[in-house]
């Protein structure tokens, strides 16, 4: 059955429920993806202009006029070459130029010489600032804070800011989520995230620049990852996988956005502060958003959750009983009191009381990990693949519109798990090879890397919607956010990569991302199975787990009649 006639079978409720929860993502591209535009570094080379305005002071004075043609000469004579990245040819020296002194030069251009193999070939590092080829009005962050040669580390170090504050942001809102409910902690990261992206803008200082970025980053990510978990929690689970591939549609209609958005407003402050300005379309959401019932009856508070699912009730048209029926149907097989408001000790003991539940949240982590690196260290290098650097990026946005309308095909006919598995299988053994296949031919580097981007959307896409089916009500955000929160230490990990050598680097992120679908083997099937409220209902999730990987979780199949495993108990539940 396609999206649009699951679309079309769709209560009222849940129209609306998806359409905010799509809208939600579409900009958070901006945040994600802006060092493409603030990192960008165009061919640049010493600012030779300085240079030779030191050499006036100490040469007698006339004819010294520095004219356009007479730099291309001079550029020349101070400019060592030095082979490209890519291998294909020589190109004048970013970092480097020649000890000449301006007699040496006048010397060179009086005589007419075109061998100056008589001059000084010592070379100096750049210490009076760089000229970039920026196109008209075109500049970044990488530029004016001078990320560059000795200090191309700054650019590694701010995306590590960004990672690290979406990394403790992740864990923090994910044990407030729990304490204090989903809507807060989404509402507070939606704008957040673009106060600080706006205020990125105003940065006068590189310190400040990257304190800006781990502002945001805190927030960033946490709105798209919790209204998910809104979705989930607020719907029938036969919706879930379509609720959760049209939030993903939204983001990749952002990326498509992000690339018209960059290419005219090349000026980096001006992208960061119209970015910021652009959150203002989601104070609607303040009124438009519910809260969980699923989290308000798991906390307690069954007053405001009868007044959401009679708001629900209402805007569908059918009665409570009806709704509740559909949402919290296994709520009545639950003990009073099973499911409890648990306190941050308390939830945080859960999570290692039980070796299945542990093994979960690490074998999720490690797939949270690894499709990061994969998916960003595509994604963040796109300016790096030949050809031009907005076209790759909209190639990189459409790909993930194939990848999200194929993996809700994958998802229904081949389950969560399959399809991860496969995918990552794949992108491993691509991103193992790129780096040899970019000497035979750089158009069949892009295409690979862009199919590898593809299978890695489509499993950034599975454990978008599978972390929050594994783990009980009471700790699901906090484990949620803590497997999040290892997908942005995976993020730290490409800020470091992305920069690096490829004939290292790529084998590198190619075999982790290989054995993370092995990995993947111990976690269970859970297309179609009800959300699990209780410890019980976790542990009773077996489907698909291979016989030895169930042994050193713990676990036992509990057989019923014949070769029935305790699935059937989950679903008789």
Same mark, same amino acid.
């Given at each position: 059955?396609?999206?649009?006639?699951?679309?079309?079978?769709?209560?009222?409720?849940? &129209?609306?429920?998806?359409?905010?929860?799509?809208?939600?993502?579409?900009?958070?591209?901006?945040?994600?993806?802006?060092?493409?535009?603030?990192?960008?570094?165009?061919? *640049?080379?010493?600012?030779?202009?300085?240079?030779?305005?030191?050499?006036?002071?100490?040469?007698?004075?006339?004819?010294?006029?520095?004219?356009?043609?007479?730099?291309?000469?001079?550029?020349?004579?101070?400019?060592?070459?030095?082979?490209?990245?890519?291998?294909?040819?020589? %190109?004048?020296?970013?970092?480097?130029?020649?000890?000449?002194?301006?007699? +040496?030069?006048?010397?060179?251009?009086?005589?007419?010489?075109?061998?100056?193999?008589?001059?000084? %070939?010592?070379?100096?590092?750049?210490?009076?600032?760089?000229?970039?080829?920026?196109?008209?009005?075109?500049?970044?962050?990488?530029?004016?804070?001078?990320?560059?040669?000795?200090?191309?580390?700054?650019?590694?170090?701010?995306?590590?800011?960004?990672?690290?504050?979406?990394?403790?942001?992740?864990?923090?809102?994910?044990?407030?989520? +729990?304490?204090?409910?989903?809507?807060?902690?989404?509402?507070?990261?939606? *704008?957040?995230?673009?106060?600080?992206?706006?205020?990125?803008?105003?940065?006068?200082?590189?310190?400040?620049?990257?304190?800006?970025?781990?502002?945001?980053?805190?927030?960033?990510?946490?709105?798209?990852?919790?209204?998910?978990?809104?979705?989930?929690?607020?719907?029938?689970? %036969?919706?879930?996988?379509?609720?959760?591939?049209?939030?993903?549609?939204?983001?990749?209609?952002?990326?498509?956005? *992000?690339?018209?958005?960059?290419?005219?407003? !090349?000026?980096?402050?001006?992208?960061?502060?119209?970015?910021?300005?652009?959150?203002?379309?989601?104070?609607?959401?303040?009124?438009?958003?519910?809260?969980?019932? !699923?989290?308000?009856?798991?906390?307690?508070?069954? +007053?405001?959750?009868?007044?959401?699912?009679?708001?629900?009730? !209402?805007?569908?048209?059918?009665?409570?009983?009806?709704?509740?029926?559909?949402?919290? &149907?296994?709520? @009545?097989?639950?003990? @009073?009191?099973?499911?409890? &408001?648990?306190?941050?000790? &308390?939830?945080?003991?859960?999570?290692?009381?039980?070796?299945?539940?542990?093994?979960?949240?690490?074998?999720?982590?490690?797939?949270?990990?690894?499709?990061?690196?994969?998916?960003?260290?595509?994604?963040?290098?796109?300016?790096?693949?030949?050809?031009?650097?907005?076209?790759?990026?909209?190639?990189?946005?459409?790909? @993930?519109?194939?990848?999200?309308?194929?993996?809700?095909?994958?998802?229904?006919?081949?389950?969560?798990?399959?399809?991860?598995?496969?995918?990552?299988?794949?992108?491993?053994?691509?991103?193992?090879?790129?780096?040899?296949?970019?000497?035979?031919?750089?158009?069949?580097?892009?295409?690979?890397?862009?199919?590898?981007?593809?299978?890695?959307?489509?499993?950034?896409?599975?454990?978008?919607?599978?972390?929050?089916?594994?783990?009980?009500?009471?700790?699901?955000?906090?484990?949620?956010?803590?497997?999040?929160?290892?997908?942005?230490?995976?993020?730290?990990?490409?800020? *470091?990569?992305?920069?690096?050598?490829?004939?290292?680097?790529?084998?590198?992120?190619?075999?982790?991302?290989?054995?993370?679908?092995?990995?993947?083997?111990?976690?269970? %099937?859970?297309?179609? @199975?009800?959300?699990?409220?209780?410890?019980?209902?976790?542990?009773?999730?077996?489907?698909?787990?291979?016989?030895?990987?169930?042994?050193?979780?713990?676990?036992?199949?509990?057989?019923?009649?014949?070769?029935?495993?305790?699935?059937?108990?989950?679903?008789?539940?």
């Amino acid at each position: 059955m396609g999206i649009r006639s699951r679309l079309a079978k769709f209560k009222k409720f849940d &129209k609306r429920l998806t359409l905010w929860i799509t809208f939600s993502g579409v900009l958070n591209t901006l945040a994600v993806l802006a060092p493409l535009v603030n990192h960008y570094q165009p061919e *640049f080379h010493c600012d030779l202009s300085k240079v030779w305005n030191e050499g006036v002071l100490n040469t007698t004075p006339g004819a010294l006029n520095l004219t356009s043609k007479r730099m291309q000469a001079y550029k020349k004579f101070m400019l060592p070459l030095e082979p490209k990245n890519d291998g294909s040819g020589l %190109k004048v020296s970013s970092c480097n130029y020649y000890n000449r002194s301006l007699q +040496d030069f006048l010397l060179y251009e009086q005589s007419n010489a075109t061998n100056m193999s008589g001059f000084s %070939k010592k070379q100096l590092s750049c210490n009076s600032g760089y000229t970039f080829d920026f196109i008209g009005a075109e500049s970044s962050a990488a530029a004016e804070f001078e990320m560059v040669c000795g200090d191309d580390y700054k650019k590694s170090m701010a995306v590590f800011s960004y990672m690290l504050g979406m990394t403790i942001g992740g864990v923090v809102s994910g044990a407030i989520s +729990d304490r204090m409910g989903r809507k807060p902690v989404f509402l507070f990261a939606q *704008f957040a995230q673009f106060i600080g992206f706006g205020l990125t803008g105003f940065s006068v200082n590189y310190i400040m620049y990257a304190a800006l970025i781990f502002f945001y980053g805190a927030s960033g990510m946490v709105n798209f990852y919790t209204s998910l978990l809104i979705g989930a929690e607020t719907t029938e689970r %036969k919706n879930r996988n379509i609720i959760c591939v049209c939030m993903h549609f939204g983001y990749a209609f952002g990326y498509v956005l *992000f690339v018209p958005f960059a290419y005219l407003v !090349r000026d980096w402050r001006w992208f960061c502060k119209m970015g910021g300005l652009l959150g203002l379309i989601y104070i609607p959401l303040i009124w438009i958003v519910d809260e969980s019932p !699923r989290w308000l009856m798991a906390t307690g508070q069954t +007053d405001r959750a009868e007044a959401v699912i009679n708001k629900i009730a !209402r805007i569908n048209g059918e009665t409570c009983e009806a709704t509740t029926e559909k949402l919290l &149907k296994n709520d @009545e097989d639950k003990k @009073e009191g099973q499911v409890e &408001k648990l306190s941050f000790s &308390k939830t945080f003991m859960m999570l290692f009381a039980e070796p299945f539940i542990l093994i979960r949240l690490l074998a999720m982590a490690m797939a949270w990990c690894m499709v990061n690196v994969s998916y960003y260290g595509i994604s963040l290098t796109t300016n790096a693949l030949i050809g031009n650097r907005f076209i790759n990026c909209l190639l990189s946005a459409l790909s @993930e519109f194939v990848s999200y309308g194929s993996t809700f095909f994958f998802i229904e006919y081949y389950g969560r798990r399959n399809t991860y598995i496969a995918c990552m299988l794949t992108a491993g053994v691509l991103i193992i090879f790129t780096p040899w296949i970019n000497l035979y031919s750089g158009n069949l580097n892009t295409a690979v890397t862009l199919f590898a981007k593809f299978c890695v959307t489509n499993s950034f896409y599975v454990v978008y919607i599978m972390t929050s089916e594994i783990f009980p009500t009471a700790i699901r955000h906090t484990a949620s956010s803590i497997d999040s929160g290892f997908s942005r230490i995976g993020g730290i990990v490409t800020s *470091f990569l992305i920069y690096g050598n490829n004939f290292i680097t790529a084998p590198f992120i190619g075999t982790f991302t290989a054995l993370s679908a092995v990995i993947f083997l111990l976690l269970p %099937k859970t297309h179609n @199975e009800p959300l699990p409220e209780t410890i019980e209902d976790a542990r009773n999730m077996t489907r698909g787990i291979p016989d030895a990987f169930l042994t050193c979780q713990g676990l036992k199949r509990r057989k019923k009649g014949g070769s029935d495993d305790m699935e059937c108990k989950v679903q008789q539940a």
